[in-house]
């Protein structure tokens, strides 16, 4: 069975720093991405990373204050979020998609909720001013 776990959600004031770590079993195989989802809003992506590193991607949202990498255990991907501000505020999801070589759909598709096979429970970042 296909394991995808988040953590790491918390509550910071604005500014501040947090890490997410997503730890899935199957990411040797596979593109993992953080998406998020705020209340009333739809899910969306913010930023997907290929086995190994090679290609990232980042929503313009979030580029310069989040960055996704691998762990050295090669089955954990953090997302290390700083300069928080409100508007980050959401349910922070692991998600991943098997994909030969790992490697992370292309273009539009790779923020795209149909394209990922599974899916964490979710992890709550809340931002106060």
């Known amino acids: 069975q296909v394991r995808v776990v988040e953590s790491g959600g918390g509550s910071v004031q604005a500014g501040e720093s947090l890490t997410l770590s997503c730890v899935t079993s199957v990411y040797g195989r596979a593109c993992v991405s953080w998406f998020r989802q705020a209340p009333g809003k739809e899910r969306e992506g913010v930023a997907a990373i290929s086995f190994g590193g090679v290609g990232i991607w980042y929503a313009d949202s979030i580029k310069g204050r989040f960055s996704i990498s691998q762990g050295d255990a090669k089955d954990t991907v953090y997302l290390q979020m700083n300069n928080l501000k409100p508007e980050d505020a959401a349910m922070y999801y692991c998600?991943?998609?098997?994909?030969?070589?790992?490697?992370?759909?292309?273009?539009?598709?790779?923020?795209?909720?149909?394209?990922?096979?599974?899916w964490g429970q979710g992890t709550q970042v809340t931002v106060s001013t």
């Open positions: 998600a991943a998609v098997l994909a030969y070589g790992g490697n992370c759909p292309p273009g539009a598709r790779v923020s795209a909720v149909q394209q990922y096979d599974f």
